[in-house]
């Protein structure tokens, strides 16, 4: 029965299984989502791609708040004349058939007009009647298809945002001046002595003048502007060479053409800053349907339920709540804001706060922080501070936050630019003064010449479209970086920190052990028919170990939320949950996860929970442990040093019970003489992330939250990480190799320029050589290298 | 006048023609997402089968859909 998988969602149908239209389900959900799309005509999902679907979450009333108007107004994007305009970001969008049948949403209701499908941002923009739908409706209907939107605070404080589309613009321009330019400098370059042509010679000098002006100042603008604010700031940067080289081509033409000295350079102007485009364009690679920016805010829910003075529940915004309010807050949601219990069993999970994986069991009067989340039955709690000053959103008011890592870093690009510019500048000076004395006419031809020649297009070209390159190369390893700058500071990583909990664990708890008196098998089977009726998550884990095939009707059955479970047969009792409900402890218990059980009030033994950490952890410690420093930080306690000291080598150093602050604040003690890789998951990690030189976060899921970072590394290809920060370096080295390459084209240049020979020919041919040569050493270099990463 | 003023006059309006395509197409935003349409061709013909059940009101809009993409 293991190879049974779900028709709808393709999950194994172990557990449960459903049988509909001879077809096997995994669950209800699946098979209601079934029924839903054949009874719509949509069962072509099912041709398109085989079991694409999404099992559906129960939602219950998770999406009240989306009957405030204030809040919908916010979120809809048209809202006029009964018709509503929303764009929704889906997560579960991962093929064809998502696409297919979102984009046919009206079959599903016929209130919906249009709907349409963004795969790459994984967004649904959708268009509705409001007369008869509403965005809490549709948000149902999605949920109940499996495709269940993901709306936070994020979405809801997100102004509209223009597009900035200005490179694709300047690259359009640069391109069609380029072309034409080139077809009407043809002729010059053959240097045809004949009569028609030699009539015609200004006109096409002038056209090609008209061309290249909104090149100049459109396209090529952001040179001049980098290079002025460089120079501000008493830095040369690679932008001043090329700025200057733009300007000497422009000027220098223009002059040729006035005087009919020659007939120009605007071919090789114009070539220049459309590969310099091209360049920049290759570089921008970003991964729409990631977010690299993310704080609390996309990790809080947009509204909570309020109790008012009368007791009635209304939906607030959460901004609008103020100490002193009463909240609700549900099953499986998050608390917004520190607040004190005040009714119900609290059993939070602060994983994602503080590292720590035990779910902390709180009583009524106690405090509670914001960012944690409720496992098990209602609570009502009492606001003590807002949200944005509670103490989770507190570490984002740290000014690290503001830190902009880019402009912090030299690239390599930039300090070569810098050696370059003085080199130039020497030769064109040297040159100049060569010729003044020995024949003054042509100084200023030598001079402009030098310039235009030592423009250092290859050179400005190398670094983008390797590390795009790389970045793209990354990208197919799951490895998603922010953009390619990272992969600079990657090469100049020495030393490593890891977080412990969800980064080198993973975050089920699949290791479970067992201590205390054997079971019998009539009481496992009865244990594991009580823990079958329970939805707590380690009863769930423990229901999936235990054998026994035995599924028998309980004559009693009562869960006591936050403490355990108890069941009744045949006058035998069984009881599974926390040390005090069933009353005895063991050594050591309070720095693990553990199940307590006793039959018939006699205690027999505990159920271990052990974090189990990820395949191939150890190697990777070892081969980093080769060439950097190592160390764990976690806000876990230490329970498990020992056994995180036998897989690490010896140097490395462990600290438990870390605070977000204290995580961030070793990170930048160690960054004063070390380059630091901080590598983590959750919002506790959020601090250190930002202060690191570069922060990868681990998901096993890319589509769900994960903190501000640099990168996004994909837990299953957690063991590459070694074979990256390699290829970074390696990286580095091609970029390097290709400024020699370019270099020498450079010579060859300026030998011509600074004998005074340099003819707009020569120009035309050796930029967009060189250009194109560096452009393919980099791209068959970096695909080389990146074949590494194969398994 | 030369003939070839009005032949360079030419060629450039055309140029220019196809320039203002190009900016009009980004403009409308048809390079943000150079993937789903690419997908979202291939799917008219999923629909044909049992569009004749359908209602007049959807066929139309499924069909300023398809125009548009």
Redesign the interface.
Known sequence: MTNIRCYHCGDDCNRTRVLFDEKEFCCNGCKTVYEIFTTNGLSNFYDIEERAGTAPNEIRQKYDFLGNKDIVEKLVEFNEEGVQVVNLSIPSIHCSSCIWVLENLNRLHSSITNSQVDFPKKTIRVTYKSEDFSLKALVLLLSAIGYEPYISLEEYNKKNTKVDRSLIYKLGVAGFAFGNVMLFSFPEYFEVEEFWLDQYKPVFRWLMFAFSLPVVFYAGRDYFISAYKGLRSKLLNIDVPIALGILTLFLRSTVDIIFDLGSGFFDSLTGLVFFLLLGKFFQQKTYSFLSFERDYKSYFPIAVTRLNAEGEEENVQIYKIKAGDRILIRNMEIIPVDSILIKGNAEIDYSFVTGESNAVLKESGEKLFAGGKQLSGVLEIEVVKSVSQSYLTQLWGNSVFEKDKITAFQTLTDSIGKRFTIGVLSVAILSTLFWLFYMPSMALNVFTAVLIIACPCAIALAAPFTLGNMLRIFGKHKFYLKNTNVIERLSKIDTAIFDKTGTITTTTKDAILYEGIELTKAETALLKTTLRSSNHPLSRSLYEILKSNAIMTLDEFEEHTGKGVEGKLNKHSIKAGSASYIGESMPNAASDTAVYISSDEDFKGRFVFKNKYRDGVEDLFVTLGKTMNIGILSGDNDGERKQLQDILPSKTNLLFNQKPKDKLDYVKHLQKDHNVLMVGDGLNDAGALAQSNVGVSISEDINVFSPACDAILDASNLTKLPVFLKLSRKSIQIIKLSFLLSLCYNVIGLYFAVTGQLEPVIAAILMPLSSISIVIFTTLMTNMIGKRLKP | M?V??VL?AIS?SV?LVF?AA??FS??R?Q??????PS??M??ED??LP?LD???P??KE??LT?STNQ
């Open positions: 030369s070839i003023y360079l450039i140029a320039f190009f900016v980004v403009k935003g390079y943000d997402d150079s993937y789903t997908v979202r291939l799917f999923e629909l049992d059940k359908e209602e009101e959807n809009i499924k859909k």
